[in-house]
């Protein structure tokens, strides 16, 4: 068998009465009911009804929920589901429905977006202020149920205070919207953008940074306080952080309020529509305005009947339905076409019509008609349409599916029935609105920004902190705190360090003299550390001043504010004389190479340090450069002047001093 197949979209006019058919005896179909007659009697039989023509927006699953808000009114309520429709056909069709239905109530008209109109007959509520509210409070993307659930909320409050918050809601939202709801796929692929930023970004900023920190501190003398595997350790938990609180944060899953459909809810309008086809080759769907007259619709009758009964003719079904992107196969009138035809079970042609637009297709199914002269060389202006077409209400469907049917009465015969193919599977209506996974899309391209990002950001931080530091030093030269020196002084200082310092401290020293005839002890650590300097502190920091010249001032200079508050220690430690006073001597492991040692005064750290890790001591010895210029070396061996006598105490410092110098 063959069959002709015509679809049809939302409603944009509403009929106040049905129209009786010229031939309805003779093409022995009944007269076709109005939408408005269709929808009282749905009403009649359940005060809500949700169509099946959305089902990939609105299931008719749904209907309970709707149901359920729909009862919270307080008043007798009845809510049409439908596709979208303008602000006047849906002010038009609640009336008219009213009218049919008989009863009074709240008549709220809902479409894919939410609540779009909604009329009181006979009761008294503030249906125009819960609309305002609705429209103001809302994002456009909640949904038809949040939307029908804020309605019902206003409805709830009460006449005064529901125009008060519809005002309200008015002049907060006049020029600005509420944020959305949802996200959509490109917001998932930022979000994922930026997880991969971070997850690489952060971690390898903590290890580049605190590694540059590490060094400095390493040139500028400052011991390592902290365990080695702290830093890495903080890495992997920012990493692991980032990794477990993304998924919370970005906790989205879907891009829009709509429910996946169940099977169930995808078969609905095509069960309908291949039931109706087995009583009538011409299927108008109810819901949706008439856009055949009855002249029209008898016309079509009268040139189905005789091309089934033409020479290489057969059966033709024409079916008037919605065709939107929310439907079961996402406005695609092939997949209609053929869905349709696989539940009726009826071969022959299928044309899809679609009111909305105007466009008509053709698709053959089992009849012996040359299917590439349908496809191509049917004229666009049965196709498409014209200009007449596009002004016209109906879009003159009428007239351009009675040209249709003279077209495929002369269209080619063929030897053997022709069907078409399979179409290409709509869109899986589960996932339509889901979004894609955090850690996919852009999330590894992120991975290697975050990586880049994080050298860029450490170099910033190295150039920050290096000009930090020397902003500080020259504002802030006061020396540094005894009790800190064993943890910040270097083991190879710098040349830079050892200027500075060494300056630092013999001004301090110098400063705090507040008698200039005080011959105390510290006036003899004093005048040694000039001597070393001719006399002038800005000798010190003068560029080529030797190394081991500017320990022995430092140390001295040291030695010598200590003795201004009372402390009379003569040692200095002699495993790095920039850490300050001596504790004790010790026989220190000074080589790496063997197991030779050597008496030497040491600091408190310095003690403990050759108790638990006394292997480790030679590296902890302060060295400087080799008069030779090749490295280093530890700084008894690097010179022969007064620093060499360090290990024997300050007071052997200041004799040396005074020996080389030739005062006694």
């Not at 125009?128 to 409050?157: C, N, R, W």
């Not at 009583?279 to 029209?296: G, H, M, N, Q, T």
């Not at 020196?485 to 040349?495: D, G, M, R």
Request: aromatic share 6%.
């Amino acid at each position: 068998m063959a069959a002709v197949f015509a679809t049809a979209t939302p409603a944009r006019a509403v009929e106040a009465a049905p129209a009786t058919p010229a031939r309805a005896a003779e093409a022995d179909t009944p007269a076709p009911v109005t939408q408005a007659a269709y929808l009282a009697d749905r009403l009649r039989e359940n005060p809500v009804h949700v169509t099946d023509q959305l089902p990939r927006e609105i299931p008719r699953s749904t209907a309970p929920d709707f149901a359920r808000l729909a009862k919270k009114t307080g008043v007798p309520t009845y809510v049409l589901v439908l596709p979208s429709q303008s602000s006047t056909d849906a002010r038009q069709l609640l009336g008219v429905v009213h009218d049919r239905l008989g009863r009074d109530g709240l008549f709220v008209l809902v479409d894919e977006n939410g609540v779009v109109e909604a009329t009181a007959y006979g009761v008294r509520v503030p249906a125009d202020a819960a609309s305002t509210v609705t429209m103001y409070e809302l994002p456009y993307d909640a949904g038809p149920l949040l939307s029908l659930e804020k309605f019902v909320e206003v409805i709830a409050q009460g006449g005064e205070k529901a125009t008060a918050r519809a005002e309200a809601a008015r002049e907060t939202y006049r020029d600005d919207e509420p944020a959305e709801m949802y996200i959509g796929p490109s917001d998932r692929r930022n979000q994922s953008f930026v997880t991969g930023i971070l997850l690489t970004g952060v971690p390898l900023t903590i290890l580049l940074v605190a590694g540059y920190a590490r060094r400095r501190r390493r040139r500028s003398g400052a011991a390592r306080r902290v365990p080695r595997w702290v830093v890495p350790g903080a890495a992997v938990l920012s990493a692991a952080a980032i990794a477990l609180t993304a998924p919370v944060v970005f906790d989205q899953s879907r891009s829009s309020a709509s429910e996946p459909p169940s099977p169930a809810d995808l078969s609905a309008r095509v069960d309908r529509v291949a039931a109706g086809l087995r009583k009538d080759p011409v299927y108008a769907d109810p819901e949706s305005r008439r856009v055949l007259d009855s002249r029209r619709l008898a016309r079509l009758h009268d040139r189905i009947r005789d091309f089934r009964r033409s020479d290489g003719g057969g059966p033709v079904y024409v079916a008037l339905v919605p065709q939107t992107p929310a439907s079961e196969s996402a406005g695609d009138s092939w997949l209609f076409a053929a869905a349709v035809h696989a539940k009726a079970r009826q071969d022959g042609l299928y044309v899809v019509a679609d009111p909305d637009d105007g466009t008509i297709d053709v698709y053959n199914y089992g009849l012996r008609i040359d299917s590439d002269s349908l496809s191509f060389d049917l004229p666009d202006a049965v196709t498409f349409g014209d200009s007449r077409a596009d002004e016209a209400g109906d879009h003159l469907l009428g007239e351009r599916l009675d040209t249709l049917m003279t077209f495929v009465d002369k269209a080619p015969r063929t030897d053997r029935p022709d069907f078409e193919s399979a179409p290409a599977p709509a869109p899986r209506a589960e996932d339509e609105d889901a979004l894609p996974p955090l850690f996919a899309t852009d999330f590894t391209p992120g991975l290697f920004v975050g990586a880049f990002a994080a050298l860029l950001l450490s170099g910033v931080a190295a150039g920050v902190m290096w000009t930090a530091g020397r902003l500080l030093r020259r504002r802030d030269p006061a020396p540094e705190a005894t009790d800190r020196l064993p943890f910040t002084a270097p083991t190879e200082p710098s040349a830079s360090y050892l200027r500075r310092t060494a300056y630092t401290e013999l001004i301090a020293l110098t400063g705090e003299f507040s008698d200039p005839d005080d011959r105390t002890r510290a006036w003899d650590h004093l005048d040694a550390a000039m001597l070393l300097v001719d006399g002038d502190p800005d000798r010190a920091r003068r560029s080529g001043a030797d190394p081991a010249t500017l320990v022995a001032v430092i140390v001295l200079a040291r030695a010598g504010r200590a003795a201004l508050t009372g402390d009379e220690t003569d040692l200095c430690c002699g495993v790095n004389p920039l850490h300050g006073p001596g504790v004790r001597l010790s026989h220190v492991r000074v080589s790496a190479e063997g197991t030779g040692r050597r008496l030497l005064p040491v600091c408190a750290l310095c003690r403990d340090a050759a108790i638990a890790d006394p292997v480790g001591m030679p590296d902890r010895l302060m060295r400087l450069p080799a008069p030779a210029g090749s490295g280093r070396v530890p700084y008894y061996d690097a010179t022969d002047g007064p620093l060499t006598a360090v290990p024997k105490g300050i007071t052997r410092l200041i004799e040396k001093v005074r020996e080389t110098a030739g005062v006694h």
